[in-house]
């Protein structure tokens, strides 16, 4: 079957760092994607790992680790504009053309002054 | 580029009427994309087209539902009859062979 889970809230301060994490369970793996979300706006892509170890990008990196289905996305140097659902999700190779995208619940970051 | 662009953003109907949902994709896009999201289940892929042809349907919830895509540069999503658990946030997104685009969104509530 298929199964991502992800921390349902986090709370994190401004200026500061917090971790995101992940963890999957899908008949294939074709890519491990974040994608951000604003209240009432659609999802906007952030990352996308395939091999294992470490993405940065600008305040945005994204670890993945194939072995364990575990990947993480850290944003450093928290701004309020932050504030919003992050969606950890995974392109299963399953069916033809393998892009067949689950998402995981998502975690709402609620950033403080 | 102008993005995915997708009508109507909101639409309130009644249970039993029928309700189409339009997408038009990023030009050269191969791949589209139609999701439903809900606070209960989340972001869920309905079905995907690559170069117009249906790929993958097996999210579509039910004989209810059903895609379209007769060109490169538009889909529909249709749901007859609706019902009030039909109610969400449906996304259209294209796709070169990568990251995903997601439209805006058309805000669908059954009554």
């Known amino acids: 079957g298929q199964n991502i889970d992800q921390p349902t809230e986090m709370t994190a301060t401004e200026g500061a760092i917090v971790q995101i994490n992940c963890t999957y369970q899908t008949s294939g793996f074709n890519g491990l994607f974040w994608y951000q979300q604003h209240a009432g706006e659609a999802p906007t892509f952030l990352s996308y790992?395939?091999?294992?170890g470490l993405e940065e990008k600008g305040r945005f990196s994204s670890f993945l680790s194939r072995s364990k289905g575990y990947s993480y996305l850290l944003l450093k140097e928290l701004q309020m504009k932050d504030s919003a659902s992050y969606l950890c999700?995974?392109?299963?190779?399953?069916?033809?053309?393998?892009?067949?995208?689950?998402f995981g619940p998502g975690t709402r970051l609620s950033v403080l002054p | 580029d102008a993005g995915v662009i997708q009508s109507p953003r909101h639409e309130v109907t009644e249970m039993g009427q029928e309700v189409t949902l339009r997408c038009k994709p990023i030009s050269g896009h191969d791949y589209l994309f139609w999701y439903r999201q809900t606070m209960m289940r989340g972001l869920e892929l309905l079905i995907y087209?690559?170069?117009?042809?249906?790929?993958?349907d097996s999210g579509m919830p039910e004989d209810r539902f059903s895609a379209k895509m007769p060109n490169a540069s538009f889909s529909t999503l249709k749901i007859q009859p609706s019902e009030p658990r039909d109610s969400a946030v449906y996304f259209c997104a294209s796709s070169p062979q990568g990251d995903q685009y997601f439209g805006p969104g058309t805000r669908l509530l059954v009554l």
């Open positions: 087209f690559n170069n117009n042809v249906p790929i993958d």
């Open positions: 999700a995974v392109r299963d190779t399953a069916g033809n053309y393998g892009q067949n995208f689950v």
């Open positions: 790992n395939v091999l294992d």
